[in-house]
C-alpha cells in the first residue's frame, strides 16, 4: 500500500461523523415525569372545582326544598293564604288595573282573589275607608312540627272584625263581588246576579236572627263556595237547608223581649208640650230643665205648686 492510498484512508476516517450521543437518554424520561405531574395538578383542580359545583348545587337544591316546605306549610291552612304576597313583589297588570277602581284595597287582597286564595274572614281587608281595615298589619307565627319551620304569616279575620250590624259586611262582600266581576265577569258572567242573590238571603235572614248566628252562616258559606270555585253560580245560588238550618233557626231568633222593649220605649215617650203632664215634676227629683215645656202640674190633684210624691191627696 503506498502512502497516498493511506492517507486518503485516514481523511476518509476523519471526516465519518459521530453518530452517537454524548450523553444517552437519561433525560427522555425526566420531562415525560414532570408532564404528568403538571396532568395531576390540572386533574386536581377539575375535580375539586366539580366538588364545589356538586356542593352549590346541593345547597340550591335544599334551598329550593325549604321554600316549598314553606309555601306548603302556608297552604295548609285553610282559605290566603297565600296568603301573603313578599314585599316588593310584582303584580300583574290586571291587578294594577283593578287597584284604581277600588280604592282602599291593598294589591296583594286583590291578587289573591285572582289566585282563589283569598279567606272569606278577611272580607273586611276589602273594606273602603282608608287606614280603618282591622288587623291589617299584624302577625302571626306557626310552627309546623312536620317540617320544623316557622312560618310567619298575617293574622286572619275573626267575626269580631265586622261588628255588631251587617253594614259592614254588606260593604265588604259587595266590594268583593265587584273586584270578582272585575276579574271574571267576561268569562262568567252568571257570577255576578248569583253573588247578589246570596248577599240578599244574609240580608233577610239579618232582620230576623241574631247578626252573630247569621255572620257565621254567610262566612262558613263563602268558605264553602271558595273550597270548590267562587265561579260557580249554582253555588252562591242554592244552600242546602242542612247548612240553613245550623245557623238559621228558632234558637238564633233575635230576641223577643229587647224588640218589645224597644217598642216600650217609643210608646212612653212624651211630647214636649203642655198637652202632657212632666213626670219629672211628679217625681221626688223634680224637673228644673230649661228645655222641658210639659205641664208642671200634680198628676192627682192637678196643682202647680207639688208634684204627686208631695201630694196629700194620695
Not at 297588570?93 to 286583590?110: F, N, R, S, T, Y
Not at 309546623?144 to 259586611?169: E, M, N
Not at 242573590?197 to 264553602?224: E, G
Not at 215634676?281 to 205641664?295: L, P, Y
Amino acid at each position: 500500500m503506498t502512502d497516498s492510498t493511506r492517507g486518503r484512508q485516514t481523511c476518509s476516517q476523519t471526516v465519518v461523523p459521530n453518530t452517537q450521543p454524548d450523553n444517552p437518554s437519561p433525560a427522555a424520561p425526566a420531562i415525560s415525569t414532570a408532564q404528568r405531574l403538571v396532568e395531576l395538578q390540572i386533574r386536581n383542580q377539575i375535580e375539586e372545582l366539580e366538588h364545589q359545583r356538586r356542593m352549590r348545587q346541593k345547597a340550591e337544591e335544599k334551598a329550593d326544598e325549604e321554600i316549598r316546605a314553606l309555601r306548603r306549610g302556608n297552604n295548609s291552612t285553610p282559605v290566603n293564604e297565600g296568603e301573603d304576597e313578599p314585599t316588593g313583589e310584582r303584580f300583574p297588570l290586571q291587578v294594577l288595573e283593578i287597584v284604581q277602581q277600588v280604592p282602599g284595597v291593598a294589591p296583594k287582597d286583590i291578587h289573591l282573589i285572582l289566585q282563589h286564595k283569598f279567606e272569606a274572614e278577611n272580607l273586611t281587608r276589602l273594606r273602603n275607608d282608608v287606614g280603618t281595615r282591622p288587623r291589617e298589619d299584624s302577625q302571626t307565627a306557626e310552627f309546623d312540627p312536620t317540617t320544623r319551620q316557622l312560618t310567619v304569616k298575617r293574622a286572619r279575620g275573626s267575626t269580631k272584625d265586622f261588628g255588631d250590624t251587617p253594614l259592614l259586611w254588606i260593604e265588604c262582600f259587595t266590594t268583593y263581588t265587584r273586584i270578582i266581576g272585575l276579574l271574571f265577569a267576561a268569562e262568567h258572567p252568571s257570577v255576578l246576579p248569583a253573588m247578589l242573590h246570596f248577599m240578599a238571603r244574609v240580608i233577610r235572614h239579618s232582620h230576623a236572627y241574631d247578626w252573630l248566628s247569621v255572620l257565621q252562616f254567610a262566612l262558613a258559606w263563602h268558605k264553602q263556595v271558595a273550597a270548590t270555585s267562587v265561579l260557580d253560580p249554582t253555588a252562591w245560588q242554592k244552600v242546602p237547608d242542612e247548612w240553613t238550618a245550623y245557623y238559621i233557626n228558632p234558637s238564633t231568633v233575635k230576641s223577643v223581649k229587647k224588640a218589645k222593649s224597644t217598642q216600650n220605649v217609643k210608646a212612653t215617650a212624651q211630647p214636649n208640650d203642655k198637652s202632657t203632664i212632666c213626670d219629672n215634676f211628679n217625681a221626688s227629683k223634680g224637673c228644673s230643665a230649661d228645655w222641658c215645656h210639659r205641664s208642671h202640674t200634680c198628676k192627682i190633684c192637678n196643682s202647680d205648686t207639688h208634684g204627686a210624691v208631695n201630694c196629700r191627696k194620695k
